[in-house]
């Protein structure tokens, strides 16, 4: 039933440094529970058993209340009780109204013996969709917002409870397995006061916070009740015209020339690729020049004849940091004692070029 908080956000040092610090703990042990980040930001625990006479179902010690942790109290609340049991493979989401759904469980060999399978859902309302007398709560209407932003630039929420918020944040969308849902995460937004009905929020800053991708945006009033989410696109800055293949980030366009032939190193054929870099003042290649091979930089793997390594390349941020990336085809590699099996390799763009992050 202990619980911990992992600090990661101290970058001062190199590398950063990380603090362990042990919260208050829940009312009762568990396993094969879920937590669930709700759109507050607070964390809610469901599910689960208290004992383990099976790693997998315990249908004898299930716990059946929800318990939520604060934030701001480091404190856990025992919340109402679900109606099934729900410990191993069963799943719990954030909803975009706020509630969250539970559901599922079972589908393993101990869960047939001990015949659990849950073939049904159940949902929970957090205590911040009521008032205290137990009525519904009044919530808060984004009325207009973005369909994407972009990272570390302002965009516009238009409200009319505008002047009652207290909280800005984005929720990722939920992807919840095994217990645990390792993408989810709460990030607040800065914002400024509003202005007729309009809050002025600042997107994530980099993709270390918010990997690119759908969340969930949520304005939530100072009485604590967050409004319906509107689905939002985090986004890089659109590429610079004519700078789609911009390996550096410098945001003039680079190129590249492959070699399959090539013999680096004296081997034959083993293939190398000639990195040109843009520069503001002319055109490509008039920046510096880069030769990538197998076994340089942080490129995997050694040359060897034949290999014809740069037979295929493309282009893409396949992860989109905002740095170009090559996809390099090497058709005759040999791979685990396979002959020209063949191997695709990912040479990764930095500020520093390819091959160099």
Not at 98 to 115: D, E, I, N, Y
Not at 147 to 169: L, N, P, R
Request: charged letters at 20%; hydrophobic letters at 35%.
């Amino acid at each position: 039933k202990t619980a911990y908080i992992v600090d990661v956000s101290d970058t001062s040092t190199s590398p950063p440094s990380t603090t362990v610090t042990q919260t208050s703990s829940m009312s009762v042990g568990r396993r094969q529970h879920n937590l669930t980040i709700l759109a507050d930001g607070s964390v809610l625990a469901t599910g689960g058993m208290s004992k383990a006479t099976n790693a997998n179902v315990d249908l004898t010690n299930p716990v059946f209340a929800a318990e939520r942790w604060d934030p701001k109290t480091k404190a856990w609340t025992v919340l109402s009780s679900a109606k099934r049991v729900r410990q191993y493979h069963s799943s719990a989401t954030l909803l975009p109204d706020g509630r969250v759904l539970t559901g599922g469980g079972g589908v393993c060999a101990s869960c047939v013996t001990a015949g659990y399978l849950e073939k049904n859902i159940e949902y929970f309302e957090p205590p911040y969709l009521y008032k205290q007398d137990g009525s519904k709560a009044s919530r808060p209407v984004i009325d207009k917002a973005p369909d994407t932003a972009t990272y570390d630039q302002d965009f516009e929420i238009e409200s009319a409870a505008a002047a009652s918020i207290a909280k800005v944040g984005l929720v990722r969308l939920g992807a919840a397995t095994h217990s645990q849902d390792q993408g989810q995460r709460y990030v607040p937004l800065n914002f400024k006061p509003p202005i007729n009905n309009k809050i002025t929020a600042t997107a994530p800053k980099t993709s270390n916070i918010a990997p690119a991708g759908y969340y969930m945006l949520f304005i939530t009033d100072n009485a604590g009740v967050p409004s319906v989410a509107k689905m939002i696109q985090i986004q890089q800055k659109p590429a610079v015209k004519g700078a789609s293949s911009d390996f550096n980030g410098d945001g003039n366009s680079d190129a590249v020339v492959a070699d399959p032939y090539a013999d680096p190193g004296g081997v034959t054929d083993a293939g190398q690729i000639t990195v040109l870099y843009g520069s503001n003042t002319s055109t490509i290649g008039g920046g510096s020049v880069d030769i990538l091979k197998q076994g340089s930089d942080s490129v995997d793997d050694d040359p060897s004849t034949d290999d014809r390594f740069g037979t295929n390349v493309a282009a893409a941020d396949l992860d989109n940091d905002g740095f170009t990336d090559l996809l390099v085809g090497t058709p005759y590699e040999d791979v685990g004692g396979v002959r020209d099996a063949g191997l695709a390799q990912v040479i990764w763009g930095s500020s520093a070029g390819l091959g160099k992050g």
